[in-house]
């Protein structure tokens, strides 16, 4: 069964206070907007077809990965094999953490936190990753003011799901995204197309890449359309790791 946290009444409440609690803001004034493509578990076809795009496009996205995840199949379809991981290093793609179990942060104690954290890190260099694990995305966005501080301690920025852009500044400890799915690739793509008129960094993130694809992915005719979008825009389309790196230059 595809796990799907429900969220209570005191949950929605605690993600609204979220936004203020544990910030870790950077500034920034960009007079071209920068756009960081991401996948998140991931799907073999976010390599099939995302990557392979993007490369064919002289294109960097950053990738979400759970070791765990690793020659399993789910929901999305087939996942990500270890030599996956390589080859995409070696094309200048980011590997970035998202736990070892995809796991639901707010249901680990501490110690299993850690270990999903550490396990991450050690089978991704098994696999041949030779990055830094830099940057993370909480699974299922869910996250909690107290992980905010945890895991801003470790990473540079941490990645949500809660849909917007930054204009001007961003909460390193929880980015804002957009999800682009079938069900929401016109509303990103105008979202795109209105960053010229408004310079910001927009953060996307979808899983699989397929003709019939879950609810979290999008089909191959629509991640081109976000590549061809994003390329017309003007905007910088970066890794997350590169774009904070450009921002921080911006910092104030
Ligand atoms: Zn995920």
Known sequence: MTYVPTPSVFDKVA????????????NFDIETPIISITFDDFPKSAVDIGAREMN???LRGTFYTCAGLAGQTNHHG????????????????????????????????????????SKNSATLKQMGVKQSVDNFAFPFGQNSAALKARLGAEFKSLRGITDGVHA???DLNE???CGFYSGTAGRVIKRIEN??????????????IQDSP???????VE??????????????IMTIRDALKTLEADHD
């Open 15 to 26: 993600r609204k206070l979220r936004r203020f609690q544990n910030v870790r803001r950077l």
């Open 56 to 58: 064919a496009r002289g």
């Open 223 to 236: 991640f081109i359309s976000l590549l061809d979008a994003a390329e017309l825009s003007g905007a910088r």
């Open 78 to 117: 087939r996942l990500f094999d270890p030599e996956d991981l390589p080859r995409l290093e070696a094309a200048g793609h980011e590997i970035a953490g998202h736990t070892f179990d995809h796991m639901d942060c707010l249901t680990l104690s501490d110690a299993a936190l850690e270990r999903e954290l």
């Open 214 to 220: 879950t609810q979290w992915g999008c089909t191959e």
């Open 168 to 170: 001007g500044n961003a």
């Open 175 to 177: 980015l804002k995204s």
């Open 195 to 208: 960053l010229k008129a408004r310079p910001a960094w927009i953060t996307i993130f979808t899983h699989d």
